[in-house]
């Protein structure tokens, strides 16, 4: 077990790098294994994420060769193993197996997926597309069994834009016969960055990024390379933290494209920053206006980025209102920014936060990644000590935090329990 132990109040100067983006990675890993040849990833991110998926890939027999943030995969041997319940329980992407064994085995056994509790998170429409491409189902009590004689193109609507559900079935249908389009598509940014591998190992996927994709089935796919997009949700949490605390603060590698909402939002709350080609420049501002946040999928405002920002909310002058439309529960963190001194008024999937309130160190759980995020940058605004329990959610999904924090002036560690 481990702690995030903060002391407050301390201006961030100097540079911050964003790293490959983890909803990307953990997409990417699993479609690479449809290669029947080598796939190399570069800009990977180290994160605990990762780590889980590299176990997996061991345990499907797959080589894989790791050399600072470059991985090399060789799936030639690889094989149809069912992946134990702790594993594929380690992370919400393990769904992503699923598709990519169906694809290359027409069979998967698989546990329920885990991930963040942020929601009653199901995998119907997942389902929904591999029964369409002709994949029959077995639910048992914590797991799936899903056959196909064979995968055959369809045409899929999702009745929700579902992220996990358009690349699952993205992947899946790679390896389909004909021609399968998903309508209503979700348009991510890693979306693309999926499709881009797929087709650099010899798919043929068009509209990635929009809300029409067409996969036309090939057999086989063949070595390739590729390279993890900039994670827009760390980048989007240190600008943040940067309109917090700034002092000339540079996030660098990022594409600010990928967070125009964001930038947009900070405009309007009267945030100083700078965009310089590929860096944002932040100084902390003397005062913020307030703003009303509603998260929708993308391109809108990221649900992965409404914790954090709630947190700016609570340093705008006047009330503002955060309304999260995509989970059911991610409000998670409220009570613990309350107890630092917050006045924060949470109902379900609505909270109005009333500002500038001076928070204060406290002793607070992360309930999920992006509320350990968001409860980071409100340890760096209090007064005081802030002692963050379970942040193993915060490591899963932000490479290195304390050291890129340390390293741009926070006095902030980590401490094993
Ligand atoms: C991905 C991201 C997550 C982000 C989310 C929304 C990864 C690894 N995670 O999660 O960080 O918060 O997108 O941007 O990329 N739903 C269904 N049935 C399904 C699938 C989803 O009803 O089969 C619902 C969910 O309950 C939720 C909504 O659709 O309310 C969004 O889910 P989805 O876009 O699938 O999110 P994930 O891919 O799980």
Redesign the pocket.
């Known amino acids: 077990m481990k702690q995030i132990i903060i002391e407050g109040n301390k201006p961030l100067s100097g540079t911050i790098k964003i790293g490959g983006a983890?909803?990307s990675v953990?997409?990417l890993i699993p479609a690479a294994i449809l290669s029947s040849g080598k796939v190399k990833i570069t800009n990977v991110p180290s994160i605990s994420d990762c780590d889980a998926l590299f176990e997996i890939l061991h345990l499907l027999n797959v080589n894989v060769e790791m050399q600072e943030n470059v991985v090399l995969m060789d799936s030639k041997d690889l094989k149809n193993a069912l992946i134990p319940e702790n594993l594929s329980n380690k992370l919400?992407?393990s769904y992503y197996f699923m598709g990519a064994l169906l694809a290359k085995f027409k069979k998967v056994e698989m546990y329920f997926p885990g991930?963040c509790n942020?929601?009653?998170?199901?995998?119907?429409?997942?389902?929904k597309g591999f029964e369409a491409l002709g994949a029959k189902i077995k639910k048992t009590k914590s797991k799936y069994t899903i056959t196909a004689e064979e995968l055959k193109g369809a045409d899929i609507y999702l009745e929700?834009?579902?992220?996990?559900?358009t690349i699952n079935i993205m992947i899946a249908a790679t390896l389909a016969k004909g021609t399968t389009v998903i309508h209503n598509a979700?348009r991510?940014a890693?979306i693309v960055n999926i499709a881009e591998l797929l087709n650099n190992m010899g798919a043929k996927i068009s509209g990635a990024g929009s809300d029409e994709i067409t996969i036309k089935g090939v057999k086989k796919l063949h070595n390739a390379e590729v390279k993890v997009i900039p994670d827009r949700?760390e980048a989007g949490t240190y600008i943040i933290m940067g309109a917090l605390l700034g002092n000339n603060l540079v996030i660098e590698g990022m594409v600010p494209e990928h967070n125009i909402v964001l930038l947009n939002k900070l405009q309007e709350m009267g945030v100083d920053f700078k965009l310089d080609n590929q860096r944002i420049i932040l100084n902390r501002a003397k005062k913020l206006k307030p703003t009303n946040v509603r998260t929708v999928?993308?391109p809108g405002f990221?649900?992965?980025l409404g914790q954090p920002m709630s947190v700016l909310l609570t340093q705008a002058d006047g009330i503002s209102m955060f309304e999260e439309t995509?989970?059911?529960n991610r409000m998670g963190h409220v009570k613990y920014l309350n107890m630092m001194g917050a006045n924060i008024v949470a109902e379900r999937q609505h909270a109005t936060i009333t500002g500038p309130t001076k928070l204060h160190g406290e002793e607070i759980t992360a309930t999920d990644l992006r509320a350990g995020a968001a409860l980071v940058a409100a340890g760096l605004i209090a007064d005081g000590t802030t002692i963050i329990h379970d942040v193993e959610h915060i490591l899963r999904g932000y490479e290195r935090i304390i050291n890129k924090l340390s390293d741009v002036g926070a006095n902030i560690k980590i401490v094993d329990i």
């Open positions: 983890k909803n953990v997409a919400r992407a991930g942020i929601g009653s998170r199901p995998i119907d429409l997942h389902l929700f834009a579902s992220v996990g559900a979700a991510e890693e949700i999928t993308y990221p649900t992965d995509i989970w059911e």
